[in-house]
């Protein structure tokens, strides 16, 4: 990351590593070198470069390529108000980031509230006091000398509690920065005698202090403990000044210059310095990470620890959500990405289980939905985090009154049920009403009665939607399931390639057919089950059905791959077993495109109807 | 010494001695300070230096004046960078702190937080918070909306809580509230409803407990009695 990283305001001036790491690991491309029977093209389905209809065209950018975004947007403010804020203290750069962060990042916006009333926009941003106050230059450094925490006993003063504003809950408007009072300006005036930093009390007469512009002066150890805490604890990127009221925020190079002690300064703690260091590097992650925020074109990976971000313009509306699926991938496995962080790039192609970071950028579920579109898949998880096992214990302890269809659990008793509801008297046995069994108490032999196989019938029609609701659930955890014991298959996976290559004469490149099938196949199980999802909510008719055709398809050749892969391996056999394999993964890579093209290809045409209404679908027409 | 440490003893002795939990010796803010007025205490619960009880009286020309408010006070690892968590031990009748868990909804408890304000500063928040509460941000919604919809209601419930939880007067021998003794707790009166109201729905054979707990979640209080029909009331009781 970018503790490397120079921030320097004057010229701009950067370490781009974005060319640095032009070649990629990407392992599967090897047979262009090595004089194999073209073993790359065996499962080159489509010609690279062409972008399929359930693909989105994205790009990832590293964070220092978020940086220079940002950058770019800090030189264009500046540019614009350059004159301006160049009387204002510290840098123009400074400036221009505090003000862009306060709006986030809205240039026009920006623009606009400055050029409407300059004054109310750098108060409100922490640019400048609400009075002006003298403008020192630079942070206001006291005192020289770094000094060990003597404390002597003196008194404690209470000065801050006389500044308490009398805070009654109102969040919103904050009370202006209060001028520094008299006897602070005398304190700070003679501070050579008496300086006591309001904060830890420390009164050492050689001790270093620190103040904004506001001249709200704090000991250099209480800043650093400060900063350090707000950013590390509450991830927070704007710090304000400590001062309570005091809502001026601390520019850039103030925090640097806290956390980064200057060259040929005296060696403070190690320990201390790292965390210092690491804190100013997370600052830089926090800064790109709200520029992203505030970009609704850009999204964060969301992989732990991967400061990637990925640009997609086309799934940054709402509205385009429900036509397509916008499935990207950080490029932290050497994928399709302009900068790599190399890495990342390393430990992912150490092992098999590398998993790419693709996740979908219009919503939150992990890992790839398609061919669902975001809001039918969060339809679908919310339905089975609430439902599935609630179904499933309904559906087996429970049955529905015949009368009223309220579902009733029969937690002991005779078989005399009353409905607590609608008071209909009926046979737990049979379901038949209880009129017809007379005094047979404890026994039901009327099963063939005409009235109970009418209640059985309008039983089973209620339950037929929960049968539905566990089937599609069911088929959907399955591949769930599977797609969970991968890890498996691919450690299984990677000792039989070992096998073959000792066993036969088989080189480590000819048995990469085995690893690129078990992608496919996990590929293809995560499709099989959100397409589950898709068929769930799926309206009857014609669209549907050929939708499942090409579901059960897909589902079918996954199975059989599936079934080569686990089959024992015999030396002889490894020939056949491979060309079978081959041909199998290059037809299910078939199968898969086919599903995922016709329902992006859906999407875009519109052609999906669904048994429920979808935010930004019409409802269903037999409502 | 840590920094923290150092602080906090500053704060609550004034030296710089570690205070000695052995003694449980009270240290009085007000000797150090002289300060008269706002008579605030912060004392040791247990061993732990950061583990501390505030109280203060409550303030003057409220429904909380007489009453002796204590408060919990934690103090965090990071303190002073990190607001104190501060609750209150006391019952205490008042939108902006929970009925049930004492949480008090107090901005400088959380986003406006400043390091350089004090355990003391802050208890003076706490016993200002009691002159001016503010509905509008509520912690306990129940309570807000007593005080939404009568607040002389809710002064007389929040005296009576004062009194019985807090030590306080009671109430000024307001007409016929029907407090008693100060030994047996008025639940009607606790819950900030009209013994009339309750009496009337007891009689149609619900349990009064179940009358004031039905009626204080609707709020059935000042001009809402007209509004809240009693079949919404019995609705409420059948739940």
Known sequence: MGSDYEYSDDDGEYYDDEEMFDGTQDEDDSGDDVDMDNFGDDFKVAAKGKRKSYEVEYESLSQQAVEKLMQRDVDHICGIFGVDIKKLRGSKADTANLLLRYMGWNKERLIEKYMDNATSVLVAAGVTASEPVSPPAAPVRTHSIPAPNSSTPRRATTRGSKLLSLASGSKSAKSPPSTPNPLQRQLSKKADEAFVCQICFNDAPDLQTLSLSCEHAFCTECWTDYIVSKIRDESEHSIRCMAEGCALVAPDHFIRDVLIPEPGAPVGDPAKEELNSKTWSRLQELFARHFVGCNSSLKYCPYPSCTNTVSCPSAASKSSLTTIVPTVSCGARGIGGSAQDVSQSQHFSLGLQGKEHKFCFGCDIEGDHRPVICGVAKMWLRKCRDDSETANWIKSNTKECSACQSTIEKNGGCNHMTCKKCKHEFCWVCMGPWSEHGTAWYSCNRFDEKTGVDARDAQSKSRASLERYLHYYNRWANHEQSAKLSLDLYAKTEKKMEEMQITSALTWIEVQFMKKAVEEVDKCRMTLKWTYAMAYYLAKGNEKELFEDNQRDLEKAVEDLSELLESPIEADQIPTLRQQVTNKTVYVQKRNEIVLEDTANGFLEDRWRWNVSVPGFDDPEDA | ?239
């Open chain 2, 1 to 239: 010494m840590d920094a923290r440490l150092r602080r906090v003893n500053k704060e609550i002795s004034g030296t710089d001695l570690i205070p000695y939990p052995q003694n449980m010796r009270l240290i009085d803010v007000e000797d150090c300070k002289n300060d008269k007025t706002s008579q605030i205490k912060i004392e040791l619960i247990d061993e732990s230096p950061f583990h501390l009880k505030g109280s203060f009286p409550g303030p003057e020309g409220t429904p909380y004046e007489g009453g002796h408010f204590e408060v919990d006070i934690v103090i965090p690892e990071s303190y002073p960078f990190q607001p104190v968590k501060m609750k209150f031990i006391t019952k205490v009748y008042h939108p902006n702190v929970s009925s049930a868990s004492g949480a008090i909804c107090l901005d400088i408890l959380k986003d406006a937080w400043s390091p350089v304000l004090t355990l003391k500063s802050t208890l003076i928040s706490l016993q200002s918070l009691l002159c001016s509460p503010e509905p509008n941000d509520p912690q306990d919604a129940e309570v807000a909306k007593h005080y939404m919809t009568s607040k002389t209601s809710f002064e007389d419930t929040a005296t009576y809580w004062t009194q019985i939880y807090a030590g306080g007067p009671g109430p000024k021998e307001k007409k016929g509230k029907g407090v008693g003794s100060k030994d047996t707790r008025d639940e009607v009166a606790i819950a900030g409803l009209e013994k009339a109201h309750v009496d009337r729905f007891e009689t149609l054979g619900f349990q009064r407990t179940k009358v004031i707990d039905a009626l204080r979640r609707l709020n059935y209080r000042g001009p809402n009695v007209a509004q809240i029909s009693d079949d919404r009331v019995v609705e409420e009781l059948l739940k």
